[in-house]
């Protein structure tokens, strides 16, 4: 594994030292920073490549029992074991807080975490006919996750000394230590031999660490309505816990209000630089109502469905974090506040889809025999989560990548903060005046949630004509054209929600346009 970075250096202009005393704040000061060579933060780390292990064992016992003619049971039980990741010639390491020294990996002790051994999954189904046309279903069973992908902040060979995530924040350009865009990186900032912990990013994994589970189940009614045409109802949910979430262990107190201190002098841990924390303290929930129709009827296919649900937890999965979410809290102090409406939350969703057997022309092999074909979409908008970027008085990490633990900073929202409908435009989503970014560095936690607005439903119907010729025996060829979102109505993507981007509540993107295909399948 080669997941280190920045090789090439990375610098932030976040600082606001070009900004005259007494002038308001403005990304303007950031892009004047930039030219001045003033930059309020510079990272850089070594190559390195982990040559990591992980072994996987699971075994499995299961069966079907037909209790009598009208009920039948599926059971099962599951065991997963998965070795925590290790490295081939033991360069890894992990941080202790009881000694506040970084442990290397031995051969007594490759793993660095505690082998989770209690991951037993059991499955439990049954189907229930209650008479000719009305079947219940039923089910439950526990899943787990042995491998999260996450950008290398949960690899502990991807850490100190062996790797050195060197990041130094600059909070005073008038201090003799400050440096400049123009002098470049230290010698030897990166350099295993002369680690330092003070400006490196290094990682924390606790022991204890936790398999990831996933509980899921369903309980549905089906009924026949009509020959050929089908009702179900159904209640889907599932429950997750132990997911991975990251934070700075080492977040340093909120400043002063005058900004003052710096970043270092506010650390619970003086002795070292920013800590990425990754811990099992993911959870999710997700319950819904599903009503599906379905049926023939002469030369016409049809399927409805529909789908109301709620999903929450309190982070996004790293790498798949849209609209200002983070798999990092605001605050590691207070994480009860992340748990709320998830990223992938879709509070409504209906699908319609048809597919009609022209009746013209049966009897003849070239006019006969074609199909149309409808499918109408339907859903909620995305969710949007409103964050700021504070200048560098007021942060409290150093970390600036969210998927090693960056402070997902939030404003506050003191009115509702999406405009009415006839207001909204493509330049103007959201209401400026009603989120608003705190400003005293002392209190860099606003008090917005995470996902508290929306975008526009999106409104999608995709047709098809499809001809099926016989040319040989047992062999045909299939013609078809596809137009998708045939109306050509333009969907939005989500507002931009960083109340610190001059963009704010702007709209820049789009789903699809209309896209017209031909297609042809030879079966034989």
């Known amino acids: 594994v080669q997941d280190v970075n920045p090789l ?265 630089g920013d800590i990425t924390y990754s811990f099992n303290g993911g959870k999710s929930a997700y319950n819904s109502f599903q009503i599906r129709l379905e049926g023939r009827r002469g030369s016409v296919t049809f399927l409805s469905s529909l789908t109301i649900s709620k999903a929450k937890d309190n982070g996004a999965g790293s790498l798949e974090n849209p609209n200002g979410n983070f798999p990092a809290p605001q605050d590691i102090n207070n994480l009860d506040a992340e748990y709320t409406t998830s990223a992938f939350d879709q509070p409504w969703n209906s699908t319609i889809s048809v597919i009609w057997q022209l009746p013209f022309f049966k009897s003849n092999k070239i006019l006969g025999g074609w199909q149309i074909a409808a499918i109408n979409n339907m859903w909620a908008g995305e969710a949007v989560t409103f964050q700021y970027t504070p200048v560098a008085a007021a942060a409290v990490s150093g970390i600036t990548q969210d998927f090693r633990g960056a402070n997902n900073y939030r404003p506050n929202i003191v009115c509702d903060p999406t405009l009415p409908a006839d207001q909204r435009t493509v330049a103007q989503y959201f209401n400026p005046a009603c989120v608003q970014a705190p400003t005293n560095p002392s209190q860099p936690f606003g008090n917005a949630a995470r996902n508290t607005a929306r975008g526009d439903s999106i409104y999608q119907l995709d047709m098809a004509l499809l001809k099926s010729f016989e040319m040989f025996k047992g062999k045909r060829l299939e013609l078809r054209v596809e137009a998708f979102n045939i109306l050509n109505k333009t969907n939005f993507r989500a507002p931009n929600g960083n109340r610190s981007s001059a963009a704010f509540g702007s709209i820049t993107a789009t789903y699809d346009p209309r896209q017209i295909q031909l297609g042809a399948k030879f079966v034989f």
């Open 8 to 272: 090439y250096g990375r610098d932030a202009y976040t600082g606001q030292f070009s900004r005259p005393t007494g002038a308001s704040a403005s990304n303007l000061y950031n892009l004047s920073d930039f030219m001045f060579g003033l930059r309020s933060q510079y990272a850089l780390t070594n190559f390195f490549i982990a040559n990591v292990r992980q072994s996987l064992y699971f075994g499995y016992l299961q069966d079907d029992f037909r209790v009598n003619s009208k009920l039948t049971l599926n059971l099962g039980l599951r065991y997963e074991y998965a070795t925590p990741q290790w490295e081939r010639d033991n360069n890894a390491t992990n941080y202790d807080p009881a000694t506040k020294t970084l442990v290397k990996a031995t051969n007594d002790d490759r793993y660095l975490v505690n082998p989770d051994k209690n991951n037993l999954a059991p499955r439990l189904g049954f189907a229930y006919a209650m008479d000719g046309k009305t079947v219940i279903r039923g089910g439950y069973g526990i899943a787990f996750i042995h491998f999260h992908r996450a950008g290398g902040a949960n690899l502990l060979p991807i850490n100190g000394p062996q790797v050195i995530t060197a990041v130094v924040s600059q909070s005073n350009a008038t201090d003799p230590s400050f440096r400049p865009t123009q002098a470049g990186y230290p010698a030897d900032l990166t350099n295993p031999s002369k680690f330092n912990p003070l400006v490196a990013n290094i990682t924390y994994m606790p022991r204890d660490n936790k398999t990831t589970s996933i509980q899921s189940w369903f309980f549905s009614a089906q009924r026949e309505l009509w020959k050929n045409v089908v009702v179900d109802l159904a209640y889907v949910g599932n429950k997750t816990k132990d997911s991975l979430l990251f934070a700075n262990y080492n977040q340093a107190a909120p400043n002063n209000a005058a900004g003052s201190l710096s970043l270092a002098a506010r650390r619970p841990i003086p002795e070292y």
